[in-house]
């Protein structure tokens, strides 16, 4: 029996988060609030950001796609590469490597009628985005993997500490919570466009917490954040239930397609997929 697809109004808890109407005044000031949090902690949280119903919905679809996700198993720097430099002390950080794994589900391996590709086509969350943001204009990836995605975590899973690429910003959605484990770690400001800041980021990869912070991540949240300036990571997951979350990639002009390198790197393809 079909379901309902979900308007975008059914999908984001907008008497929370009322980012509809560019005209609102509370949609004004919590755009100010978040983008305060955004530049002066790095990252800005919005707690039951979608509805119950639309991370039920949500769940219920990646539980029918999760065989058809891609298995990654990397050994790589926190600049994701795989190779270290032959140049650099083996201290440095373009030396030292982490062990990372998790399962990708792509975009177009997940159904078309997902509350999470609902949310991220919407015209009125791509403005508020870009408000939050402070971008002129952002629009939605034509790459057929990376614009909606799931990353899984199963018993043992983890993502390194790393860097994003360099997109000015990175968006995720909490969809489940491990049973333990799973916490999102970020050290803000572990380096600037104009300055590396090598010496900092050794110290965190070599167990500095001092300026280490937990960001919460209750299902249903959605989190802004500076991946590209601040080392960040997934510690290991524990126990029997996964940790689910979405990843959203929005670009700053149309039509962009990904890196088919990067693409084969993460999903283990370059391309499309084949139909199941």
């Given at each position: 029996m079909s379901r309902a697809v979900l308007r975008p109004e059914e999908v984001v808890n907008l008497e929370a988060w009322p980012i509809a109407d560019p005209a609102?005044?509370?949609?004004?000031?919590?755009?100010?609030?978040?983008?305060?949090?955004?530049d002066t902690l790095q990252y800005?949280?919005?707690?039951?950001?979608?509805?119950?119903?639309?991370?039920?919905?949500?769940?219920a679809d990646v539980r029918t796609v999760f065989e058809r996700g891609y298995r990654n198993r990397s050994h790589r720097t926190c600049y994701l590469y795989k190779k270290g430099d032959p140049s650099k002390p083996a201290d440095d950080p373009a030396n030292i490597f982490f062990d990372a794994s998790y399962r990708m589900i792509a975009n177009d391996v997940l159904p078309e009628e997902i509350p999470i590709k609902t949310l991220y086509?919407?015209?009125?969350?791509?403005?508020?985005?870009?408000?939050?943001?402070s971008a002129p204009r952002l629009f939605p990836s034509d790459d057929p993997l990376q614009p909606v995605n799931v990353v899984c975590y199963e018993a043992g899973d983890c993502s390194a500490w790393h860097f994003d690429s360099t997109s000015p910003f990175t968006m995720t959605l909490m969809l489940q919570a491990?049973?333990?484990?799973?916490?999102?770690?970020?050290v803000p400001n572990t380096r600037s466009q104009d300055d590396p800041m090598t010496a900092e980021v050794a110290k965190v990869l070599k167990g500095d917490r001092s300026r280490l912070k937990t960001v919460p991540r209750e299902p249903g949240a959605l989190v802004i954040f500076r991946g590209c300036?601040?080392?960040?990571?997934?510690?290991?997951v524990a126990g029997s239930r996964q940790r689910l979350m979405s990843v959203f990639v929005?670009?700053?002009?149309p039509g962009v397609i990904g890196d088919p390198g990067v693409n084969e790197t993460v999903y283990g393809r370059s391309g499309a997929a084949q139909p199941a």
């Open positions: 609102d005044p509370r949609r004004a000031a919590l755009v100010g609030r978040l983008r305060h949090d955004l800005c949280v919005l707690p039951d950001f979608i509805t119950r119903e639309a991370l039920e919905q949500t769940i086509h919407w015209p009125a969350m791509i403005r508020f985005v870009e408000d939050v943001v491990a049973e333990s484990g799973g916490e999102f770690e970020i300036n601040s080392l960040h990571r997934v510690t290991e929005y670009e700053d002009h």
